[in-house]
Structures are given as structure tokens and as C-alpha cells.
């Protein structure tokens, strides 16, 4: 069972922490958006591409009653995300929920609206202006502000700022990451700037590459995420404040 699965069980099994009463319950919801996610796969216009942005729309009272709403729609986006990773589907963006009111819908019942980003996302302020809204955002990583942590087996850890041109990973000297790992590829992989994001891109490897413990092929990274290629590990790590790898 999954981290998500779990904290939306802990949610439900508490009488007094019930999200929607005995009508509806967030598992559902997360069951609905994977639905979702499946149905408009490829609708991007490339195959294995898959929805990132979501409006799960609720009968108003349901949504007036949600009082962990930025908490719960986080999980529901994290649970997408997982779901992504775990068929190998590919996201232009991070996953994003929103919590709409309607008042035509009973009770109980919910909508899940599912689209490939393609503009940018309303602002924070945006968001808040709409009383009617609950939004959370799982957090974009832009490749200039990022550093990864290499883990290689029987070397120092090392630190290296991403400027936002491509980076090949591999054992050949050509790469721009090289790695001293018997398990890694010559040409493993690519991490690169696509929309202002990180993009990890497999490139044919023998022995595959993961992140979080999923094998993918390509994945929009985020902060936290890890990196496994062979036996050495690469964690993308947000660059502090004023010490980023912008020039």
C-alpha cells in the first residue's frame, strides 16, 4: 500500500477527521484522477504522455467541509505522481489538483477534469482571489537552481550546480557526468532544461534508471527526487537561496 493510500486511510479511520462523511471518500477521488490519467493518455500528442493538471470538482457543501483542503489535494497530486512513475508514464509538468465547488452535482458525487499543461499556471495571488477554490501545487524545480548530490560507490559525495545545458551521464569521458560505477552505461542517461523544468530521459541504458525506486524511461524531476543509475545515487537538491547556478 502505498504513502498515500495510507494517509488517507489514518484520515478516515479518525470519526472526526471524516473528509466527506460516508458519502464519498479521498481514496475514490485518487481512483478517479488514475482513471482519468489512463483515458487521456497520449492526448498531448505523443505517446505515454499523460494529463498533469486536474479540477476534481465537489458538491459545495463537501468542499465547504474539507478542512484539511490544501493537505488532502497535495496528497491526491502526489498520488498521481506515483501513479505516473509507477506505469512509466511521462508528465510535461508536475502534477497539479484542484478542488472546485459545484452546485450541480449531489452530495457524494465528483467530477475529475484532466489536461496536458500547456500555459502557464494562475499565480498564488490568482488562486486566492477565488473563495470557491482550494489549489495546492507540488513545487516545480527550474534547472538553473538546482544541484545534484553524486553518490558514487567508494568515492567522496560530490556536489555539482546545474546550468541548464544537457547533461549526459555515463561512464564514456564524453559525458558531462562521469561516472566511475561497473553498472552504469557508457551513455546511461540525460538530464536537461525542457519549460523551465529538469527532465531525466533514460538513453537506452543495460541496466535501467530510477528514481524514488520506479525504473522510467523519462520524468519531470522535483527537489528531493532520487536518482538511482547503477549503484550511484544522484539527489536533486534545490540550490539555496543566492547561491544558485544561475550567473
Known amino acids: 500500500m502505498s504513502r498515500v493510500e495510507r494517509f488517507f486511510e489514518r484520515l478516515v479511520e479518525r470519526p472526526s477527521a471524516r473528509l466527506f462523511g460516508t ?37 459545495p457543501d463537501d468542499l465547504a467541509g474539507l478542512a484539511q483542503a490544501e493537505e488532502v489535494a497535495g496528497e491526491l497530486a502526489s498520488g498521481a505522481l ?14 497539479r489538483v484542484t478542488l472546485r465547488a459545484d452546485a450541480m452535482l449531489r452530495p457524494g458525487e465528483t467530477e475529475v ?23 495546492f501545487e507540488v513545487p516545480v524545480v527550474h534547472a538553473p537552481d538546482v544541484v545534484l548530490e553524486v553518490r558514487e560507490p567508494g568515492r567522496a559525495p560530490r556536489r555539482i550546480p546545474v546550468s541548464g545545458a544537457p547533461i549526459r551521464i555515463g561512464r564514456a569521458p ?3 557526468l562521469v561516472l566511475k560505477d561497473s553498472r552504469v552505461s557508457r551513455r546511461h542517461a540525460r538530464l536537461h532544461a525542457r519549460n523551465g523544468v529538469l527532465v531525466l530521459t533514460d538513453l537506452g541504458s543495460t541496466n535501467g534508471t530510477r528514481v524514488n525506486g520506479h ?10 527526487d532520487r536518482i538511482m543509475i547503477g549503484d550511484t545515487s544522484v539527489v536533486i537538491e534545490a540550490a539555496a537561496a543566492g547561491t544558485g547556478a544561475r550567473s
Open 23 to 59: 458519502r464519498l471518500q479521498p481514496i475514490q477521488v485518487l481512483r478517479r484522477i488514475e482513471r482519468a490519467m489512463e483515458a487521456e493518455r497520449g492526448s498531448g500528442g505523443r505517446s505515454g504522455l499523460v494529463p498533469d493538471q486536474f479540477t476534481v470538482r465537489l458538491n
Open 82 to 95: 506515483r501513479f505516473a512513475r509507477a506505469h512509466g508514464y511521462a508528465l510535461r509538468e508536475r502534477p
Open 113 to 135: 477534469e484532466a489536461a496536458v499543461s500547456h500555459a502557464p499556471e494562475p499565480t498564488a495571488a490568482d488562486d486566492a482571489a477565488d473563495s470557491g477554490t482550494r489549489v
Open 174 to 176: 564524453e559525458c558531462e
Open 215 to 224: 525504473r522510467v524511461t523519462e520524468l519531470v524531476l522535483g527537489a528531493g
